[in-house]
Nanobody, 119 residues
Framework: QAQLEESGGGLVQAGGSLRLSCVAS????????MGWYRQAPGKKRELVAQ???????DYSESVEGRFTISRDNVRNTVYLQMNDLKPDDTGVYYC?????????????WGQGTQVVVSS
């Protein structure tokens, strides 16, 4: 059964930091690229960072240099360290498998974790 559980969000002032965590079921995590998505109010969900099983990283331009994605392949957990947060980073953050998101007509999503950055 699919499982994605995000945590670590909260309210933070601009310039602050947060660390998000996502625990996934082994069937999802073990062989896949994992990604963090952000859905800002009134906007579509976007992929902001992804990491391969071997640790190759990729970021969107909006978070490059401020966010760091990592994963623990023993604990089936992916992290997102967010530094120098900006009000535009506000949104609900989700983790998922980018390949599944692109190809599945109704991909499973966890509940997400809310991040609010105040100016």
């Amino acid at each position: 059964q699919a499982q994605l559980e995000e945590s670590g969000g909260g309210l933070v002032q601009a310039g602050g930091s947060l660390r998000l965590s996502c625990v996934a079921s082994e069937s999802i995590f073990s062989r896949n690229v994992m990604g963090w998505y952000r859905q800002a109010p009134g906007k579509k969900r976007e992929l902001v960072a992804q990491i391969t099983h071997g640790g190759i990283l990729d970021y969107s331009e909006s978070v490059e240099g401020r966010f760091t994605i990592s994963r623990d392949n023993v604990r089936n957990t992916v992290y997102l360290q967010m530094n120098d947060l900006k009000p535009d980073d506000t949104g609900v953050y989700y983790c998922n498998v980018p390949y599944i998101v692109r190809t599945d007509s109704a991909p499973y999503w966890g509940q997400g974790t809310q991040v609010v950055v105040s100016s």
